[in-house]
Nanobody
Framework: QVQLVESGGESVQAGGSLRISCRIT????????MGWFRQAPGKEREGVAS???????????????AYADSVKGRFTISHGSADNTLYLKMDNLEPEDTAIYYC???????????????????WGQGTQVTVST
């Protein structure tokens, strides 16, 4: 069975950086869209970033990315195929980035230009990121 486990969330100061991780186990992830979402208190879950690959693993080709406008240029999604870990590198963090961050596997191979929860089938439990001033 596919499992996703996030880690690395913590409290950081505004302007700081943080990298969170999502270990993926099970075989069904292969060549599926992968994404990061976040949910702030009192708000709906929001798509942050996604990544997908065309072709067979290991992924030699450049992946395709999508980012929410609010994080574009500050966040970087990546995937380490050797350990099947999804990463989200967050730079220039802002208080508005405070949220629980979830990783997810897509229903199929492709991601789309807008990161939407309906395109994802498997979810982690989340990791808390808090950005203070």
């Amino acid at each position: 069975q596919v499992q996703l486990v996030e880690s690395g969330g913590e409290s950081v100061q505004a302007g700081g950086s943080l990298r969170i991780s999502c270990r993926i186990t099970g075989g069904a992830y292969r060549r599926h869209c992968m994404g990061w979402f976040r949910q702030a208190p009192g708000k709906e879950r929001e798509g942050v970033a996604s990544i997908y690959f065309l072709g067979d693993a290991p992924y030699y080709e450049s992946p395709y990315y999508a980012y929410a406008d609010s994080v574009k240029g500050r966040f970087t999604i990546s995937h380490g195929s050797a350990d099947n870990t999804l990463y989200l590198k967050m730079d220039n963090l802002e208080p508005e980035d405070t949220a629980i961050y979830y990783c997810a596997l897509g229903r199929g191979v492709y991601c789309y230009s807008r990161v939407e929860s309906t395109d994802f089938a498997y979810w982690g439990q989340g990791t808390q990121v808090t950005v203070s001033t």
